[in-house]
């Protein structure tokens, strides 16, 4: 079910002052007890007397029942502000979870959510640019992030080194004790290029070295499958 938010603006009709007065821990429990409701934001501008407040809905129903309850029909009626505007909107979970929305628990996290997220945080590209740039570069870092049974399966990108994942995470901490760690990833501004078979599981090591500090890393656009069907030398 999808979240929705509304957004009351209205003009003051007291001063602003006796309007935040008002807005105790008392007046806005019953707020806090609506079913359904995740936060609910109260907004001021006393500079041009707009007051509102933003509330967020775990779906369609909860919402309407609000609108339809006393507590909404009251705050409409209340003497302390006018030309109320009322808004109504749908989330968008995806981006707004890469923008830190506070989306409360309606919205765990997917995987495909994660793989955007990681494709929106750190650069593709493409295996013919990847190849131009190994023959090039002997400092570029090409990780495969399969286990090794799968790497052994379908081969691999040519000289592409095999970090699973799940290792990924403290061979490249800078913090763990050093038996821990692969020498390889010592220098945060080596340029490195992640992958797996199709791309997912290349994504989130991307966005995880990304997020320790790696300054030059970029995802292999499709995968080990897109450099094979490229016609790129393949490694076991």
């Not at 692969?182 to 989130?204: H, M, V, Y």
Request: glycine share 8%.
């Amino acid at each position: 079910m999808s979240q929705k938010l509304v957004q009351v603006n209205a003009k003051l009709a007291v001063s602003a002052q006796e309007f935040e007065q008002g807005c105790t821990p008392e007046a806005a429990q019953p707020f806090a007890d609506v079913p359904g409701l995740e936060w609910k934001i109260w907004i001021m501008n006393p500079e041009n007397g707009v007051v509102g407040g933003i509330k967020l809905f775990s779906d369609e129903e909860t919402l309407q029942a609000y609108l339809n309850g006393p507590l909404w029909t009251g705050a409409m009626n209340a003497p302390f502000w006018k030309d109320i505007q009322v808004s109504v909107f749908d989330i968008l979970p995806v981006p707004s979870t890469v923008t830190r929305a506070p989306l409360g628990k309606a919205h765990p996290i997917t995987f495909m959510q994660l793989v955007q997220e990681a494709m929106t945080a750190v650069p593709a590209i493409k295996p013919a640019d990847a190849y131009r740039r190994l023959q090039k570069e002997p400092e570029l870092l090409v990780i495969d992030v399969r286990d090794s049974s799968e790497v052994a399966q379908t081969g691999t990108v040519a000289g592409a080194i095999n970090i699973t994942l799940g290792n990924l995470s403290y061979m490249a901490d800078c913090e763990v004790p050093v038996e821990w760690r692969d020498a390889r990833l010592g220098n945060r501004s080596r340029p490195i290029i992640t992958t797996c078979i199709l791309g997912p599981l290349g994504a989130l090591a991307g966005k995880l070295l990304h997020d320790m500090g790696f300054a030059n890393v970029q995802i292999l656009e499709g995968g080990v499958q897109a450099w094979k069907d490229a016609g790129l030398p393949m490694s076991a």
